[in-house]
Structure formats: C-alpha cells, structure tokens
C-alpha cells in the first residue's frame, strides 16, 4: 500500500498483457491494465484502494505449449507475492488451463469462480523479536504441526484449538519450556492447497508440503478470519513464542507448488509464465520433476530466485521468524541443465544477505532427480537434516546393527559425514523421527506400515521402517511388551538427546503419541494424526526422561559442543596435562576401547566419556555415559586414575531401583540391565 492506494506488480517476461482484475464480495470484477518494465515486471497504482481487497491476474500472452507458454487469461490468478489467500479451489471446477480432451488444448471457460484469491493487507509492526538468540549448538529443535499439536489439547479453549492462537496459548508454550524446547520447526505454514487426487478421496492435505502462496500464512490456521487476520494472528503467535523464549523455525517449501504438473490445476504461476516458474524437459511441454510432486521451481530464473529470496527476507523482518527448513532443498541448487551446483546463487544470496545471513538454515540435503542426495555436501553456514543418524539408531535398538563403530560415529556428531572444511558440530540436525514416518511409538509397536486409511491400499509410504514390535503387531495389554516398548523408547530419546549436534524431537513423541501405524500420514487430518494429551499419565516416564536429559544438556556445556572432539587431552593453567580427554570411548572391562574392540562385530555396549575443563581452576564437567542394547545385563568396570574418583548416576532408561542411587567408587563394577542408557556424573 502506499498514500490513498495500493501498488500492484507482477513478474510475467513473455507475456503480452496482463490485467489487474479487483474483484468484489460477490466476486464481480472491475479490470485494469497493467504497464510492463524493461525487467519483465507489470505494475500499476490504484487509488482508493485499500486493506481487504480481494484480486487476481489475468495473463495474456501466446498458447503455445511447445515453447512452454500456456497463457490463458481465461483463468484468473493468484499474485506470487500476496501477503494473505482467501477462499479455496473449486476441483470440480473449471481450474484446468486445458480441455478435458488434451493437455495441449486451452479451455476457455473462466475459472473466477473456483479458484481462490489474493489480498491486500495493510502494514503492520513485526512481531516481538527473541530476547537472546541461541546459537544453533544450543537449540532444541520440535517439529509440530500447527493445527495438530493443539486440536484436542484440552487447556486450550475450543474455537482457538488448531489455530495460531492455540500455539501460543500459554498452556502450550509452558509445556514446551518445561519440556526444554527451545525452538518450534513448524510444518509449513506457507499457504497451500490439497491435491485434487486427494480431494476425490474425500482427504485432504495435512502436512502442508503442496505450497501455493510464498508469503502467505496459510488461512485455515487463524481462528478469525482469511483478509488479512492471519497475517495478524500469525505475529501474535510469534511474539508469544518469542516472549516465551523460543524461536521459531519454519518449514519452506520452495521446490515445487501446489500446481502440480502441467496437467493439474492452473491457479498462479504456471499461468504468469509455464517455462519462467518450473523447470520443463527439452521439448518445452512437460515438466521436468525432480521433487515428485508434478514440478520442480526452477530458481536458475532471476525472477525465480529473486521471489524466494524476497519471500524469505519477508518471513524474518516482517514476521518475525528466526530461521528456514528447507524441504528438498537440492532442487533449488540445479542449475539451467538440471545438474546440481553447491556454488548455486541460492546459496550465495542466502550466504551474503545482511538478513538471511544472520538466521538459523538447516536444509533436507536430498530431493528425488540425479544426484540428488548431498547429505554432508552443504558446507558451512548450513545445517542438515542426518538420515544417518535416524536409521542408525533405529537399527541399533532393534538389534541390526553388528558392533558399535557406527554408534560412536553418531553419538559423536557424524564427523565421518561433516568433520571437513571447518565445519561446526551444528551441522548435524539429529533425529529418529520427523513428520514423514513412525512415531516413536510406533517404532516400537509395528514392524509393518498400516496405511489403509490413506486409500492407497496400503502401497504408499516406505516399506524401509526399521521398527521392532517388540514381539507383538499394534497395541497390546501384556504388560512385559509394554515394558519394552517404554524402555525401548526412552532407549531411543536417550540417544538423541545425548548425541552431539542439534536433536530434533518430533510433536507429541514425548507423550508416547501414536498414529496407528500409519507412516505416511500427511493426509490425515484427523485423530490419526492430531496429539493425544490423554497419553501424558501412561507415558510419563518417557515424558519425564525427556525433561531431565534436556535440563542436562541445558545445564552442561558438555553436552552443547560448538566443535568437533577428537579426544585430546585436556590441561591445566600451566598448559600440563590432566590426563583425561574431552573425548573417550571405553569398553568397560580393560579401560579405553581398542582397534579389536571397535572390529567386534557382537559387541553391544559402549561407554563413551566426554569432558571440558576450567585451566584456572582446574574443574570441568565430566560425564561417562553407558550405552547397552544387549538383551542380557552387563557388568562394566568404571574407569579410574585422573579420569575419576567417582561417578553418580543421573539418568538412565531402567527402571526404578535398577541403578544405584549413591555415588559409586572408580573402578568398582557396575551392573548395566539390557537394553539401557545411563548417563553418570564423574567426580
């Protein structure tokens, strides 16, 4: 908006004209022409227009899909840059830029009708920023759903379940701080629409990962109204985040758009430009696919680029986020032949911008074409999402894993993938699971998906689950299964919480939350996969677990390394040394694991040391933590001489009276149940 009107601008390079159509509450229209710059850019100022007001496009230009133009101003268009979406598609409307007969044929029937619409809103201030930023080493990541984790939270009141505002209910917030969150990655909230093979099935999309407006809260998350009143709701939601001391990270999805391929509904960017917005094979009339949605953004576009880049600058000076997800993020990294490029200008403007430079970037190192996993390629600045990690300690807990070389690796911070180029220990994003996947329970109550719901047949989602059922397939009453379960569980929370790098905990795992075995869930929004607040009593050992590992890595630097450790000896004010290292791996009979210790293909247990000290006052922090995944007990010699006098146990995944609860002397024998994780202060 600027003085008594608001100023309307569009990037369309090859089209011919294109019309500004103002449409009215009953979806009357009053059109005017746009003038085109020298850089491909259409604009006009209309007085008296102001906050509210719902438009559209309407692009003219050549039908010429075999040089990649599908202009049709028969269908009227969202604006890439509106700052807030009203109203939905019509799919059985007239959303197809082409007849029902050919994909290469225009219909011209006007779409005005059944397709949503842009808004205008008006200024506003940007949200409370964080009081003290954390350095990613410090930050606990939790992807939530917006309107899944509060839909049936019984604190929140009713018409604000399910909304922005029920995220920053303060019975919300409060948990996650009490929790030790200190940063929501929230599954996208771009504005974004349901596939029409979906709707047929009478679903919708959940996850959001199908984005039709970039700088658009998605409407359907504010609890008021859809002109506007997101864009005011989602900053209230950020300021309370922020007031409570977390950052939010958003989860963006730059890769492809809810338009699908050619053949799906035209309803923005492939109407202002087929061939300037999505990638297309060598012959110009289909879409070349590397995220296996039906299109692929094409970001080697200047004006492409440029959008994503606004769009981002937009989310973190006007909306008060503190930091980007980036969903298949490879895809953004292909250059104009499709081929991959870690010297893309994607990165180079993230890398050199005064504001996306300064925020928190993690990316999904992989998407689905030629060459497309980069997992460890990303260098700095970056943090990635570590698959390694998650089908590592999957694998480890259910007993498929043969020694523990790997889980050193891991517990480690993944050096073997990301020690190179002066890389911080940061760059290994850790999980078990995410949005895409079993539940944490489920990993430990399903050996098999149960997707039925989804009306694939059970053929979609990922058959590479590595789950253990613990004996029995879904829920059962006996009570030794649903010991394991819970051991099972904590076993693997242990294990990401304590791992060096950034943990990522997934909504509602903590609180034993379960779809059904259902692992590709991003068409359920439903109790399948909305959070169960009724779990807290049945799982509040989990629960509680949770809570006390991440008080620890809060309270103990040790556990927040900024840098990779490759066990050197840690010395006094004087430069001596003390004899310990910040690193240590121990194998609990003979002292520091050996090169036929590491080799031993049955060995199950590792204790793993690590250590910081004060040279002035010749303190530190000192921890040695036990990790057994055999079936039986263990019994393990604590190590003694500088590295100890004593040890107490903080933590572990037993149950009560299984460990000592007094300090127990250095080199004296310790009994380990199967299958635990104990974490012990050294003295």
Not at 203 to 214: C, D, K, R
Not at 555 to 561: E, I
Request: negative net charge; charged residues 25%; hydrophobic residues 35%.
């Amino acid at each position: 908006m600027r003085g008594n009107g608001t100023t309307f601008g569009l990037w369309a390079p090859r089209a011919t004209r294109v019309e500004l159509a103002l449409v009215a509450a009953d979806r009357s229209q009053y059109n005017v022409d746009m003038t085109r710059s020298t850089d491909g850019v259409w604009s006009v100022h209309v007085p008296g227009v102001g906050p509210e007001q719902r438009y559209g496009f309407r692009v003219h230009g050549d039908w010429d899909p075999e040089k990649g133009k599908r202009f049709n101003p028969a269908k009227l268009l969202l604006d890439p840059y509106a700052r807030a979406i009203t109203g939905g598609v019509d799919y059985s409307g007239p959303i197809l830029d082409h007849t029902a007969e050919s994909d290469y044929l225009p219909d011209l029937t006007d779409s005005f009708r059944a397709v949503p619409l842009s808004v205008v809103v008006a200024d506003s201030p940007a949200p409370t920023p964080i009081a003290e930023p954390r350095p990613l080493a410090d930050t606990v990541l939790y992807e939530l759903h917006v309107k899944g984790y509060t839909q049936l939270h019984p604190a929140v009141p009713e018409h604000l379940r399910g909304t922005y505002a029920g995220l920053a209910y303060p019975a919300v917030t409060q948990h996650l701080v009490n929790l030790g969150v200190t940063a929501v990655e929230l599954l996208p909230v771009h504005h974004f629409v349901s596939e029409p093979f979906l709707i047929g099935r009478g679903l919708s999309n959940y996850w959001g990962y199908n984005t039709l407006g970039f700088f658009a809260p998605h409407a359907a998350y504010c609890s008021v109204g859809t002109t506007g009143d997101q864009v005011r709701e989602f900053k209230e939601m950020v300021s309370a985040l922020h007031e409570a001391g977390i950052e939010v990270i958003l989860d963006v999805v730059y890769n492809h758009t809810g338009e699908g391929g050619h053949e799906g509904p035209t309803l923005a960017f492939r109407g202002i430009d087929h061939q300037g917005y999505y990638r297309l094979t060598d012959d110009l009339r289909n879409d070349y696919d590397v995220t296996g949605c039906g299109n692929s953004v094409d970001t080697s576009m200047p004006g492409v680029l440029r959008m994503v880049v606004d769009s981002l600058r937009y989310w973190v000076t006007e909306m008060g986020v503190d930091g980007f997800r980036f969903d298949l993020v490879t895809t953004l990294l292909r250059d104009e032949q499709h081929h991959v490029d870690q010297n893309h200008p994607f990165k180079q403007a993230l890398r050199e911008d005064p504001v996306l430079s300064k925020v928190k970037i993690i990316a999904e190192p992989w998407d689905m074409g030629p060459y497309g996993y980069q997992v460890g390629a990303f260098g700095n600045g970056w943090s990635e999402w570590n698959d390694r990690f998650r089908g590592f300690t999957r694998d480890f807990w259910r007993g498929n894993i043969g020694g523990v070389q790997e889980l050193g690796q891991r517990l480690s911070g993944s050096p073997d993938i990301f020690d190179h180029d002066r890389r911080p220990i940061s760059s290994s994003v850790n999980f078990v699971t995410a949005h895409d996947g079993f539940t944490l329970r489920d990993l430990v109550t399903y050996d098999v998906k149960h997707n039925a719901a989804n009306g694939e047949s059970n053929r979609d989602g990922s058959d590479d689950n590595r789950s253990w059922n613990c004996g029995y397939e879904g829920e059962t009453d006996d009570p030794e299964i649903k010991a394991l379960r819970h051991r099972q569980t904590k076993n693997m929370m242990a294990t990401l919480v304590l791992a060096s790098g950034v943990p990522m905990i997934t909504a509602g795992d903590e609180l034993g939350r379960t779809q059904g075995g259902n692992n590709n869930a991003y068409c359920q929004d439903s109790p399948i996969s909305w959070v169960h607040w009724d779990t807290q009593e049945e799982w509040h050992d989990l629960t509680t677990l949770t809570r006390a590992l991440l008080t620890l890595r809060t309270d103990c630097a040790v556990f927040r390394p900024r840098k990779f450790r490759h066990g050197e000896e840690l010395v006094d004010a004087e430069g001596d040394g003390l004899g310990r290292k910040d690193l240590a791996w121990f194998n609990g009979y003979s002292g520091e694991m050996t090169g036929d210790d590491w080799a031993d293909g049955g060995r199950r247990t590792l204790g793993m040391y690590v250590a910081t000290s004060d040279p002035d006052t010749e303190q530190g922090d000192a921890f040695c933590v036990w990790v057994h995944a055999g079936v039986d007990p263990v019994d393990v010699r604590l190590p003694g001489g500088f590295w100890a006098d004593k040890y107490t146990v903080l933590a572990h995944t037993g149950n009560d009276g299984e460990l000592p609860t007094e300090p127990v002397a250095a080199e004296s024998t310790l009994t380990i149940p199967g299958r635990t994780v104990v974490v012990m202060r050294a003295q």
